[in-house]
Antibody, heavy 116, light 107 residues
Framework: EVHLLESGGGFVQPGESLRLSCVAS????????MSWVRQAPGKGLEWVSA????????FYADSVKGLFTISRDNSKNTLYLQMNSLRAEDTAVYFC?????????WGQGTLVTVSS | DIQMTQSPSTLSVSVGDRVTITCRAS??????LSWYQQKPGKAPNLLIY???SLQSGVPSRFSGSGSGTEFTLTISSLQPDDFAIYYC?????????FGQGTKVEIK
């Protein structure tokens, strides 16, 4: 059974940084792309970033390009999202998802709150 | 970027009703479309992939159809557990994009 567990969320001030982690189990992690998707309070889903299985190719939404960096450590079955220069509009629950084109498995999410 | 437009935004329905949700893409995405169900405080759950393929474990009352730019999610007979928000998502190309969601609520 696929299991994804996010961590690293919290309360930060505007301009600060945060790194999210997502530990995966139940599948061959290095074989699959992974995505981050976020959901602001009371709003819809917004895809944020993706990374190929090898880690060599990454994709970003325009809203986070140059600010967020996705990476992975296949030896640790772990996905990361480094978020720099955080803004109030980055406040959201951040989900990691197994990206087999469809997002077929999701973690429970971790809440990031950016506020002064 | 490919824009995804869902309609309606809200559906007020009764148990046993047939429910149809539409999703339109701003450009051709062939059948690279998924549907998700999300309940309050929970992660989304994949229902349909490749426009019409039922994800393992999803009840057969859910079905999807369409190709190109027009897609439909149908619930043949709504059950109490189906009151939720439904999203479409294209994966024809990055950036992936979602529809704005359709809330299915109790009439």
């Amino acid at each position: 059974e696929v299991h994804l567990l996010e961590s690293g969320g919290g309360f930060v001030q505007p301009g600060e940084s945060l790194r999210l982690s997502c530990v995966a189990s139940g599948f061959t992690f290095s074989t699959y792309a992974m995505s981050w998707v976020r959901q602001a309070p009371g709003k819809g889903l917004e895809w944020v970033s993706a990374i190929r299985g090898s880690g060599g190719i990454t994709f970003y939404a325009d809203s986070v390009k140059g600010l967020f960096t996705i990476s992975r450590d296949n030896s640790k079955n772990t996905l990361y999202l480094q978020m720099n220069s955080l803004r109030a509009e980055d406040t959201a629950v951040y989900f990691c998802a197994k990206d087999d084109n469809s997002l077929d498995s999701w973690g429970q999410g971790t809440l990031v709150t950016v506020s002064s | 970027d490919i824009q995804m437009t869902q309609s309606p935004s809200t559906l007020s329905v009764s148990v046993g009703d047939r429910v149809t949700i539409t999703c339109r893409a701003s450009q051709i995405i062939r059948t690279w479309l998924s549907w998700y169900q999300q309940k309050p405080g929970k992660a989304p759950n994949l229902l349909i992939y490749k426009a019409s393929s039922l994800q393992s474990g999803v009840p057969s009352r859910f079905s999807g159809s369409g190709s190109g730019t027009e897609f439909t999610l149908t619930i043949s007979s709504l059950q109490p557990d189906d009151f939720a928000i439904y999203y479409c998502q294209q994966y024809n190309s990055y950036p992936y994009t979602f529809g704005q969601g359709t809330k299915v609520e109790i009439k």
